[in-house]
């Protein structure tokens, strides 16, 4: 898996748990040697003290050649596990469990010395056995003893199983050990990205509450501080694109109405001075909307406190809307129960009446405008008999001033390039995006998506919520 993708979190939780699992692993292995090598010795030990005994009685009952070696051999076994062989020069003696002198590990014997006997741990028809063997002291030959191992064997089972245990467990809690550092340490973070979303949004207000602690308040106090200084940017910059359009407003209706006087007495006037009267009636005409649509995008760059959102009922508000349009009326495909959005009716009157102009201005009119309800959601969809918009304009369409393929067009009906930016802005507000793509059977299709949801909370009369739609979406199918 690429790391780019692995969460902060993950990677924290990741590594407290390795971190703690090799640790632990370290001290469960140390502890592991230690433990078996200590008791492995303690048996060796005793195994020893028992086996010189047997091998003194052994020695003396050899030197004393009575015929009782085999019932000493059978007394001195030590449990039904146990087996007892002797070799001497007439051959091999064996009691206890039946083992073959041959399963004795080669160099046994050879290893043995007199007050050093030689040591080796092996398995015996399937029985763990630890084997001594030292030699017979004044006859020649060797006691070989084997000293069962189950129980020994039996408790580095357990402790294996313990220490496997403890150090999964161990890694499993550095993990959620990992997880709940990071979500506190991560805690602030989210702070910081949830109020940047919120800017982001709009909400110019929106600040961080102060920290406590001496690494974050700094941070929180100059992230507090460019919020300040970009709210006082935007305010000032919708501030004068207002006072600019609304100090345009006058000589503009001046010049209109002095250009409407003329257009009146256009019969006396010769040729060249009707085409220049024409070209700039047009150029005031397309100069008046420029100046309507920047004052309506520096009153959507104001703060959106939601005072104005209101249930709003998307069926009549379509029907009014393409009733109001001058364009031919499309089809209307309704659904018979009130779709009901929490929302600013002014701004979705002007998202569909844009929707509908730039429809027939490029797209050759609306044919279809539906507004139907599925999961949750409110979608109005507009429909119309155009080409489509290219895959690369695709955004390029929604920024000021853009008009796509139409750009170097100057006619009356080429439009500013700021009717989709306007509805990319109310969609914004209401916590949407606005996209293009193709409509099934060619032509363009503009959508508004709107969230159910946000309509109960306002009937429910929760303010928080009933404020913001939500993920309500405008889209643009070309």
């Known amino acids: 898996m690429n790391r780019a993708r692995l969460s902060l979190r993950f990677r924290v939780s990741a590594a407290f748990g390795l971190g703690l699992l090799v640790v632990v692993s370290v001290l469960s292995a140390a502890t592991w040697h230690l433990a078996t090598g200590y008791l492995l010795n303690q048996r060796q030990q005793s195994a020893d003290r028992h086996s010189r005994i047997n091998a003194r009685l052994v020695d003396n009952e050899v030197r004393t050649q009575t015929d009782g070696l085999g019932e000493?051999?059978?007394?001195?076994?030590?449990?039904?596990?146990?087996?007892?062989?002797?070799?001497?020069?007439?051959?091999?003696?064996?009691?206890?469990?039946?083992?073959?002198?041959?399963?004795?590990?080669?160099?046994?014997?050879?290893?043995?010395?007199?007050?050093?006997?030689?040591?080796?741990?092996?398995?015996?028809?399937?029985?763990?056995?630890?084997?001594?063997a030292q030699p017979l002291a004044t006859a020649t030959g060797f006691y070989v003893e084997l000293h069962p191992l189950l129980g020994l064997e039996r408790t580095f089972r357990n402790l294996r199983l313990i220490l496997v245990a403890g150090t999964l467990a161990c890694g499993l809690f550095g993990v959620a050990l990992g997880a709940w550092a990071a979500r506190r340490a991560l805690r602030p973070l989210a702070a910081f990205t949830e109020t940047a979303a919120r800017i982001a949004r709009g909400d110019m207000r929106a600040r961080l509450p102060e920290q406590a602690g001496p690494d974050l308040a700094p941070l929180a106090e100059t992230f507090n501080s460019t919020a300040d200084a970009l709210e006082q940017r935007v305010r000032r910059d919708a501030r004068f694109a207002?006072?600019?359009?609304?100090?345009?407003?006058?000589?503009?209706?001046?010049?209109?109405?002095?250009?409407?006087?003329?257009?009146?007495?256009?019969?006396?006037?010769?040729?060249?001075?009707?085409?220049?009267?024409?070209?700039?009636?047009?150029?005031?005409?397309?100069?008046?909307?420029?100046?309507?649509?920047?004052?309506?995008?520096?009153?959507?760059?104001?703060?959106?406190?939601?005072?104005?959102?209101?249930?709003?009922?998307?069926?009549?508000?379509?029907?009014?809307?393409?009733?109001?349009?001058?364009?031919?009326?499309?089809?209307?495909?309704?659904?018979?129960?009130?779709?009901?959005?929490?929302?600013d009716r002014r701004r979705l009157d002007r998202v569909l009446a844009n929707l509908l102009d730039n429809a027939a201005r490029y797209g050759g009119g609306a044919v279809r405008v539906a507004a139907h309800a599925r999961n949750g959601v409110?979608?109005?969809?507009?429909?119309?008999?155009?080409?489509?918009?290219?895959?690369?304009?695709?955004?390029?369409?929604?920024?000021?001033?853009?008009?796509?393929l139409h750009a170097g067009r100057r006619d009356p009906d080429s439009g500013t390039g700021l009717g989709l930016a306007i509805v990319a802005d109310h969609v914004y507000r209401h916590d949407g995006r606005v996209w293009a793509e193709a409509r099934p059977g060619g032509g363009a299709r503009s959508s508004w998506n709107s969230p159910k949801r946000a309509a109960d909370a306002v009937l429910s009369r929760l303010p928080d919520r009933a404020a913001r739609p939500g993920n309500c979406r405008c889209r643009v199918r070309s």
Do not use: C, Y
């Open 72 to 132: 000493l051999l059978s007394g001195l076994t030590s449990g039904p596990n146990s087996t007892i062989l002797v070799s001497l020069p007439g051959g091999w003696h064996t009691a206890g469990r039946p083992v073959r002198p041959e399963a004795l590990p080669s160099g046994l014997l050879s290893r043995a010395r007199p007050g050093a006997p030689a040591h080796d741990r092996f398995t015996a028809d399937g029985v763990p056995v630890l084997a001594v």
């Open 242 to 343: 207002a006072d600019v359009s609304h100090e345009l407003r006058s000589p503009l209706t001046t010049m209109t109405t002095v250009a409407e006087v003329l257009e009146r007495r256009r019969d006396a006037m010769p040729a060249p001075a009707q085409k220049a009267l024409q070209l700039l009636l047009a150029e005031l005409h397309r100069f008046r909307g420029m100046v309507l649509d920047l004052l309506e995008i520096a009153a959507v760059d104001q703060a959106d406190n939601g005072e104005e959102r209101e249930l709003v009922d998307l069926g009549p508000l379509v029907r009014s809307g393409v009733a109001s349009s001058p364009a031919p009326h499309p089809t209307l495909d309704l659904a018979p129960e009130p779709l009901l959005v929490a929302a």
């Open 378 to 404: 409110v979608r109005l969809e507009v429909d119309d008999a155009g080409e489509g918009v290219p895959a690369e304009l695709r955004e390029r369409i929604f920024e000021r001033f853009s008009r796509g």
